[in-house]
């Protein structure tokens, strides 16, 4: 059983509009959340972390977390041709332990 | 702060060779560096961890004696691909934690002709 998930995708979204990525992760002792942003043919990098449940909005990005429902998300306000990337979900569940999702792939078409 | 660099970005070599990539954390001090590999359209697929002045520890499926890592010292950590062959030809990414998130490196292609 994966313990982080996401719906591969493609996601396709209008420019301008909003982009909603989803995560769910498995039952376990979880601490931390992030976001990361994967450029095709790059390294991922980091956007977003929430560490509480709640909305936590930086930017354009806003990530929910809701820890009861084991669910984390990230909506992309305004969404550009220049967000058009893989989307990584990933859970810290202690220090030395954290997982990805596998991804999901998000187009903005113009 | 949290940079993480990595030496090649890019290499091409014949088959059965030897590859060392390097990893480093570069403002900030790493007991616990990640290698990553990637193939084309695929999941980043966790490699082995590597533990400053300790031996590795390697996800199952991924040959240790393949994959060399060194973790000498506590900003670097090299991977070393031994006797390349066209099937390891990838994208490798290492990563470090700092502050208990993960930053990663930019990425070595390696293509085994």
């Known amino acids: 059983q994966k313990e982080v998930e996401q719906n591969s995708g493609p996601l396709s979204v209008p420019e301008g509009a909003i982009a909603s990525l989803n995560c769910t992760y498995s039952?376990?002792?979880?601490?931390?959340f992030f976001w990361y942003r994967q450029y095709s043919g790059k390294s991922p990098e980091l956007i977003m972390s929430?560490?509480?449940?709640g909305d936590k909005e930086d930017g354009r990005f806003t990530a929910q977390l809701n820890k009861a429902s084991q669910y984390v998300s990230l909506l992309i306000r305004d969404s550009q041709p220049s967000d058009s990337a893989t989307y990584l979900c990933?859970?810290?569940?202690?220090?030395?332990?954290?997982?990805f999702g596998a991804g999901t792939r998000l187009t903005v078409k113009p | 702060g949290a940079v993480v660099s990595q030496h090649p970005s890019r290499v091409i070599c014949k088959s059965g060779t030897s590859v060392k990539i390097e990893c480093r954390s570069l403002?900030?001090?790493?007991?616990?560096m990640f290698w990553y590999r990637q193939f084309p359209k695929q999941s980043l697929m966790l490699m082995a961890t590597?533990?400053?002045?300790?031996?590795?520890?390697?996800e199952q499926g991924v040959e240790k004696d393949k994959f060399l890592i060194n973790h000498a010292s506590l900003t670097l950590s090299t991977l070393t691909v031994t006797s390349a062959h066209p099937e390891d030809s990838s994208f490798y990414i290492c990563?470090?934690?700092?502050?208990?998130?993960?930053?990663f490196g930019p990425g070595t292609r390696l293509t085994v002709l």
């Open positions: 590597s533990n400053e002045g300790s031996k590795a520890t390697y």
């Open positions: 403002d900030f001090q790493a007991t616990t």
């Open positions: 990933a859970v810290s569940y202690n220090n030395n332990d954290m997982r």
């Open positions: 990563s470090a934690r700092y502050q208990g998130v993960q930053f």
């Open positions: 929430i560490y509480s449940n």
């Open positions: 039952d376990r002792v979880s601490q931390s």
